[in-house]
């Protein structure tokens, strides 16, 4: 396409004709560019329709924040948002009960948590999630990381799209995180309001995120960049299906304006 537009233009004389092509030239990439996206975003396999909730909370965690805490942290500690959970939500913004206390969140017969070790390894993607949603407790062992998935899977996975479909409920996350990744970066050490985040995330995935804060440990006060969470439509975990949170900032930020460093 691109090359017949070009060769439009080689043959149209006037300065307006060529103009227009080149507009139009240029609409068809913009479409084409949004296609391939929307292919190589798609998650496989089919979603629920009887789920309960309303949208899912993408939580996203700044490991150097999370492990200034009572965490002891081993391994290394990773220098780019890993991923927390993604959540499924009421519409009061609160998560969805766990299947275990209350199955009628869906209709069909969620994976057993004690079958994802299997699962995970033979779909190959054990390590793309040690890279992306390792537990920061020990970061080089994949045991203490499988705990964490398998409670992620308990207290949200079960009651998502994916019940029966955790490969696809994995995938949905690594790549939400790796396009997340790729699209914004904060300085870290540079303070910044809540609201200066808010718009440099919303401009980078076009919805508005919340912004998780945590006082810094023997910081007097100081306060930190703890989570980013982005929200997205149910049956859409992805980059195309991303909405507005409820709030743009919780934990103990208190206002928009309320400043905040990135440890
Ligand atoms: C959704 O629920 C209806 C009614 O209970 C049931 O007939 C249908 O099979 C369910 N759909 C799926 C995909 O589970
Ligand atoms: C279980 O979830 C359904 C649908 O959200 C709700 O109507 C029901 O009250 C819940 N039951 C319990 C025991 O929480
Ligand atoms: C962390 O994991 C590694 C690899 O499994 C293990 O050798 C080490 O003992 C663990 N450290 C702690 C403190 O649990």
Redesign the pocket.
Known sequence: MKKHCNKMVAVGGLMVACLLVEISCGAVEAVRVQERRLSSGRILGSTDPNT?FAFYKFSLQWPPASCDSSLKCVGDIPAEFTIHGLWPQLSNDKGV?AYA??K??TTLTPTRADQLPVILQTGNLVQQLMQAWPDLKNTSSLKTSQTFWSNEWTKHGMCSDYGDKPLDYFKAAINLRNNFVQAFKLERGVSYKVEEIVKKVKAAVNGTPEITCRTKKGGMGAKILLELRLCYKKGNPTPQGIQDCKVSYSGVCKSTLDELTLL
């Open positions: 309960t009960p206390k209350n009628s969140c």
